[in-house]
């Protein structure tokens, strides 16, 4: 299999940024033409991404372009987060019709999750609120675009980003998206007691968050109230257990790179990988530095790889496709045919 990703900037957002990030990106596998394009533009795109679209489709010979645009973007080489950019993957499939098991990629504009993803076909893809979507070389009028890769098979990592804190708890008393009760305190005790020494004086909220399960999305704290309640971004009820967990940087750059070790097939590794992440998770998080895809070079550096930043991550859970946030979806693509 031919596989290479591009990415490059630019001072405009014009569709010559796409037919370049497709060039180089054939150039640098060694093709004329690709059987399949994953293109990711900058949101200076938004307004009109047609003309860019349509400009990699002519740069490809093919069809068979889809994507997003996002609030930043990167390959394996770099990221870029503050100016027009255009990145593409593109790659041929071997000639035959070998069986391939991946799931449905999904890229949404709106600001949570379409009601008819939920519970249909296993999905794994990226929203941005107002970002624009196209699939097979056309733009979606809803904001939603999925597609399929062919030949191809896939494997899911994905990394929360999240460290528990303390054991899970009962909730005692709540109403509607107030947290008033738990494990015996009011809900801002609990959290004090749950968090280190240095961060019970003044929690970062922002940070924080309250889990049904380990592996759960996070519920986000909204506000530390006076009578020491705490506001949810979701209803909880009376009887459920949550655990408190928290993002931080070291924590959160340990477990993706644990997640993808023991992905590692030493006599197979993949062919090229997709990896889906949030806003709030890459350089802005860590500093100037995305340290998920540091960890992505270490373990695959031979691996090309495309990448993009949003609000929110899809990916399945316990029989539903479920929305995510500050997390890191991988997806490993290993080429069908033997």
């Not at 994953?38 to 010979?61: C, E, K, M, T």
């Not at 809900?187 to 940070?207: G, I, V």
Request: with cysteine.
């Amino acid at each position: 299999m031919k596989v290479a990703t591009a990415l490059v900037s630019g001072q405009r957002p014009e569709a010559e940024l796409a037919q370049a990030a497709v060039e180089a990106a054939l150039a640098a596998a060694g093709l004329v033409r690709a059987d399949n394009v994953i293109l990711f533009l900058s949101h200076d795109f938004n307004r009109n991404p047609q003309p860019a679209v349509l400009a990699a489709a002519r740069a490809a010979g093919c069809l068979s372009v889809s994507g997003s645009t996002a609030s930043g973007l990167f390959t394996e080489r770099g990221w870029r987060l503050d100016q027009p950019t255009a990145a593409a993957l593109v790659y041929a499939t071997p000639a035959g019709h070998a069986p391939a098991e991946s799931p449905l990629l999904s890229f949404s504009g709106h600001s949570r999750l379409p009601f008819a993803w939920q519970d249909d076909v296993e999905r794994v893809g990226l929203l941005d609120s107002e970002a624009a979507t196209w699939s097979h070389g056309r733009t979606a009028d809803n904001a939603c675009a999925e597609f399929q890769l062919p030949g191809v098979n896939a494997r899911l990592v994905r990394s929360s980003g999240q460290r528990l804190l303390g054991e899970p708890q009962t909730v005692e008393q709540c109403a509607g998206y107030e947290l008033r009760r738990l494990g015996g305190h009011s809900a801002a005790d609990s959290l004090r007691r749950a968090l280190p020494a240095d961060l019970r004086e003044r929690p970062p909220l922002h940070l924080i968050a309250a889990l049904r399960q380990s592996d759960a999305p996070g519920i986000a704290l909204l506000s530390a109230n006076a009578d020491g309640s705490l506001t949810l971004a979701e209803t909880i009820n009376e009887g459920e257990t949550i655990i408190w967990a928290i993002r931080q940087p070291l924590a959160a750059e340990q477990e993706m790179r644990e997640a993808l070790t023991t992905t590692v097939n030493r006599e197979k590794p993949p062919n090229f990988a997709l990896m889906l992440s949030c806003i709030g998770r890459g350089p802005l998080f860590y500093g100037n530095d995305d340290r998920d895809l540091l960890a992505f070079r270490d373990t695959f550096p031979d691996t090309p790889l495309l990448g993009a930043y949003g609000t929110g991550q899809i990916a399945p859970l316990a029989g539903h496709n479920r929305l995510f946030h500050n997390t890191a979806l991988t997806l490993l693509f290993e080429s069908a045919h033997v």
